[in-house]
């Protein structure tokens, strides 16, 4: 199956997932993603994204990481993805994407080896690539900054044996869903 017919199908199979269900498996990926942050001692900052189209909702944990890291959320500026600091008190506008992002004033903070990075999909395979939404964002943020630490977050019905993958698709290091933090 192309991209485009996998993208309409994964979309249509997670908007189906009931918001109590929904609700509870985010609830024990944020739980296993907290354990996984303090698993690197060189971690300083963690890059969040925004849920959208039931992704899993994992800004809950944000309230429990910021007394240990800073946060970001990324926003979208003349086509390039920015890291904006954030916090869960920090109001967020809506962007063209109907994604939320920090306003444009606040400071970026840049990506380095101290930086884990939450990174959303559609669908994961177990070889550590991901089906995004096609604009290509992550995958060029992960090709300018291999140092990071990268964790693909969604549901386990979502991790798939095997994606169809573009010469510019990068991996992730980690995949994490409601069942627990694997390596591909």
Known sequence: ??????????????????????????????????????????????????????????????????????????RISNKEMLFHHWNIETSLLKHSFSIEEPHESSEILKADEHTLVLVPNLAMDTYGYRLGYGAGFYDKFLSEYPQVISVAVNFSEFLVDEL???????????????????KP
């Open 164 to 182: 169809p993958r573009d010469s510019w698709d990068k991996k992730v290091q980690w995949m994490c869903t409601e069942l627990g933090v694997t």
């Open 1 to 74: 199956m192309d991209k485009k017919t996998l993208r309409k199908r994964y979309i249509a199979q997670r908007m189906a997932i009931e918001e109590v269900d929904w609700q509870k498996r985010s609830q024990k990926i944020c739980d296993h993603l907290y354990e996984f942050c303090f698993k690197f001692d060189k971690v300083s900052q963690v890059f969040f994204f925004h849920p959208m189209r039931k992704e899993p909702n994992i800004l809950k944990l944000a309230s429990k990481l910021s007394e240990h890291y800073k946060l970001a959320l990324p």
